[in-house]
């Protein structure tokens, strides 16, 4: 447990967050597959990402971490195994709190001539696993729910010939779409993964770079197709992981909440696909600036962030919905907070996918929003929250979910008294140094 006080004064200076979560998976993933090996600075020492290092050690293939630095810079050294050089795990393959893990890995190990188990935490063994089993199981996957719930553990039989799909899911999910395309790195045609809009695409992007032919299309209603041509083999490359634009979600709201604060983020990772966060709150009027723009294989730039009073339209309204909540639905709880404390009522829609996430994330939101005084309510699909009153200090409860406890964290900076967060350990997950460097902030 922590408790945290209303910030008596403005935040000031710099911050360097952790890398991005989901390209820190991916490297390692991608990494094991190629030829050759692949060196990454900037992974994200959270224990998620260690969760996939640890899988693919147990699969058989050498990953180091230096000792002493390259260049000052801690580097993580994948000797990758090629695609069809994996081994027998000789135990279950654990994948602790990551769904990215767990519904990755399955794509790959449903390939693979040899059996494995995948099972993780509490929390992984509710969350749901069939939105990945029925296109493994149409490419000729043999996976099978050990409790037959349709959620980890997961039984994958191998020794399957996998056969390229057309396959549309009825949600904007990266994890979906990458489980499938990376099946269909083994399978004997095409693979198609068609979304009703265009969800992050890490995976399309590194695995155009570690050689994979793969590539986005998007039609005229605005449906998002991933398409993969089987066939050619990955060769290792050199990768830096950009800071995490959901870690980074945090400072900025700080900094747009607390009177007089001016931030910068350096080196945030501002994917298209990933950055709806920004454009959501410049169009409530932040005061967000991108500065060192580096357009690479994963745009990056420093965010300048200052103190704004964010507001909605003429009508007193902001509403979010459709294509832009994929491309911030890790950052929905963070905005919450900021909708709290905006001169506005916030309405956010077609965010059911909150519901399954490491906790039902919707409820999660509103009771502590309603504990901190906030007039918020549920809906089906997402919230309404009516702004612009005071927040008070309340009593946090995370469901060891990390991206509550760190939203709350940063509430508290705006709320008269004192909020206890109760599970702070839970930060872990994706940001080990999370109150470390918001204390550098502050002080």
Known sequence: MISIEKSSKPLSGGVFVPGDKSISHRSIMFGALAEGTTEITGFLEGADCLSTIDCFRNLGVEIEHSQRPMNGVPTITVHGKGLYGLKAPKKELFTGNSGTTTRLIAGILAAQPFDSMLTGDSSIETRPMGRIMK?????????????????APLLIRGGKKLHGITYHTPVASAQIKSCILLAGLYSDSDTVVYEPALSRNHTEIMLRAFGADVHNEIDVQGSAAAILHPGTPLRGIRINVPGDISSAAYFIAAALMVPGSDVVIHNVGINKTRAGILSVLKQMGADIELENVDESIEPRADLHVR?????????????????????????????AVVAATADCTTIIKDAAELKVKESNRIDAIVNNLKAMGVDVEATDDGMIINGGKSLHGADIECHADHRIAMSFAIAALAADGTTRILDDKCVGISYPTFFKDLNKLIK
Do not use: V, W
């Open 135 to 151: 296109p493994l199981t149409q490419m000729g996957a043999d996976i099978s729910s050990i409790h037959d719930n349709d959620c």
């Open 307 to 335: 103190y704004s009073e964010l507001h909605g339209n003429a009508n007193g309204r902001f509403e979010i919905s459709g294509k832009i909540i994929p491309t911030m639905i890790d950052e929905l709880p963070i905005f």
